[in-house]
Structures are given as C-alpha cells and as structure tokens.
C-alpha cells in the first residue's frame, strides 16, 4: 500500500529514529510500502521517517535506467561502517523537498551494514550513486536533510518555497 510523503518542514523530518528491536511482519509490510511508495514517487530512496515511521529502516534501487536490473534494498538499522577519504558531489533531490536540487560532497563509497527483513546482518561496499543515496537515506534516520549540507540562505529559501508550496496544497 502506497503511503503519503512528509514535505519538509514536518518536525517528523527532524527527529532521531529508533534502532528497530523486533523483526516482525510489521516490518516486513512497512518495507514492502516503502518500496512500493518510492517506486510510486518516482524515487530512488526512502526512509522511514518520510511516512511518518520513526524507524531505523530505509530502502533504495539506484538502478534507474529501464535496461538495469531492478535491484530492490531494504536496510534495517543500517550504519556506515567505513567510507573513503576521497569524496564526490552529486546534485542530490529529495522525496520530502519536490522539485529543489542542489550539489551535496559526501565520501564516494561507503561500506555499509544492516539487517535484511529476515534478521541477517548483510554488509556491502557502495559507489557512484548508490553511495549517495545510502548516505542520504541514513541521515534521514538522524533527522538530517540534504538541505542541511546547503549553506544557511540557500536552505532558508529552499525551506521559505516548501512552505509556501504546502499552504498552496492546503488550500487546495
Ligand atoms: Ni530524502
């Protein structure tokens, strides 16, 4: 079942999420809503917190082109385990922030570990995109947004068009 996208600002967007404790049904139906949420969007990536779920869980499939092999994953209590020195930009864009881009450094690959829905701990070494993406769905976890990165005026009218954006869509 799709489920409704959080627009920055939300407080939710802002809050620490919980390591997840139990890996129950729940949990599995929560991921497969996420997936189908992002897919919906489009997206590449989703966290927990962006419906409102104030989980330690996200998924992504940076495999974009139609040519690519779908590569769904879904990471429960995901960290970064290691991540290089040497660093790359990408113009990143976010499902809770429609339609605002902005270039984002971060380290360009990542070694990450985290649960499957089954309760094994995986771990994974990422690039290009995928390191990008991982990176930015887990600060989502930590209540931190892309925009975070942005130097303070560049945020402020980003987040001053977000508003506006959202009393447009309450009025209907
Ligand atoms: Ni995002």
């Known amino acids: 079942m799709k489920r409704p996208i959080l627009l920055h600002p939300d407080p939710r967007l802002k809050k620490v999420c919980a390591p997840v404790a139990d890996l129950s049904d729940d949990l599995r139906l929560l991921a497969r809503d996420m997936l189908e949420t992002m897919y919906d969007a ?21 495999a974009k082109s139609d040519k690519d092999t ?4 879904v990471m429960v209590n995901p960290q970064i385990v290691a991540a290089s020195d040497h660093a790359s930009t990408y113009e990143e864009g976010c499902l809770s922030i429609p339609d605002q881009f902005a270039d984002v450094t971060r380290p360009a690959e990542v070694s990450v570990r985290w649960l499957d829905t089954d309760g094994r701990e ?4 990422f690039g290009g995109l995928w390191a990008t993406c991982v990176q930015h769905e887990i600060d989502h976890l930590d209540g931190k947004l892309f ?13 001053r068009r977000m508003q506006k954006l959202k009393r447009e869509m309450a009025r209907g």
Request: with cysteine; glycine share 8%.
């Open 42 to 62: 489009p997206g590449i990536g989703l966290a927990a917190p962006q419906i409102g779920v104030l989980d330690r869980v996200i998924v992504l499939d940076c």
């Open 122 to 125: 995986q771990q994974e070494d």
């Open 147 to 159: 925009i975070d990165y942005l130097k303070p005026l560049r945020r402020q009218m980003i987040t």
């Open 70 to 73: 779908p590569r769904p994953l």
